[in-house]
T-cell receptor, first 111, second 117 residues
């Protein structure tokens, strides 16, 4: 079983839709969860960071972590064409600098 | 400009060539990383440097040789590569190697797209 599972998509939605992106993981030691956004021909950039379980909101973005189910989500409200990118989940355990990444989900928001 | 600059942006090399990838960070970070990004695969950590000292070598073939002459510069020297080494090579930096800096995450460069022919 892979450590982190993420549906690669592609996912195509109309402008204004609510987008839900998800990852599952198997390592119960993971405590820190991140979402990176990667535009075409660019490196990933940190979008959201969450420690342990719970929700975190930043503008149109909400990150959720359910450690009991080993499941994390990123919601994008009122999606915009500028949100079109690949979204990578990443996670790690306490005291570790090594991030374990998902494969990424490619999102297209159609005007 | 992300603060991490990688050159060249694109590189095509034959299997017998020797080339180098360069990474420079202008953020005053103390840790630098090389990652490999292949199609339909997760990012793979290759090498980690903290204060110019290598702290991780993730079973990477010896045809990849890193060099960190100072905390701002990181190189990846390539020789006798294979076609399966074709990928996007990403450099990243972070304030510190361990601890509570994770909320700042990595700062990635835009990568070098490498094609081995």
């Amino acid at each position: 079983q892979k450590e982190v599972e993420q549906d690669p998509g592609p996912l195509s939605v109309p402008e204004g839709a609510i987008v839900s992106l998800n990852c599952t993981y198997s390592n119960s030691a993971f405590q820190y969860f991140m979402w990176y956004r990667q535009y075409s021909r660019k490196g990933p950039e940190l979008l959201m960071y969450t420690y342990s379980s719970g929700n975190k909101e930043d503008g149109r973005f909400t990150a959720q972590v359910d450690k009991s189910s080993k499941y994390i989500s990123l919601f994008i409200r009122d999606s915009q064409p500028s949100d079109s990118a690949t979204y990578l989940c990443a996670m790690t355990g306490a005291g570790s600098y090594q991030l374990t990444f998902g494969k990424g989900t490619k999102l297209s928001v159609i005007p | 400009e992300t603060g991490v600059t990688q050159t060249p942006r694109h590189l095509v090399m034959g299997m017998t060539n020797k080339k180098s990838l360069k990474c420079e960070q202008h953020l005053g970070h103390n840790a630098m990383y090389w990652y490999k990004q292949s199609a339909k695969k997760p990012l793979e950590l290759m090498f980690v440097y903290s204060l110019e000292e290598r702290v991780e070598n993730n079973s990477v073939p010896s045809r990849f040789s890193p060099e960190c002459p100072n905390s701002s510069h990181l190189f990846l020297h390539l020789h006798t590569l294979q076609p399966e080494d074709s990928a996007l090579y990403l450099c990243a930096s972070s304030q510190e190697l361990l601890g509570a800096e994770l909320h700042y995450g990595y700062t990635f460069g835009s990568g070098t797209r490498l094609t081995v022919v």
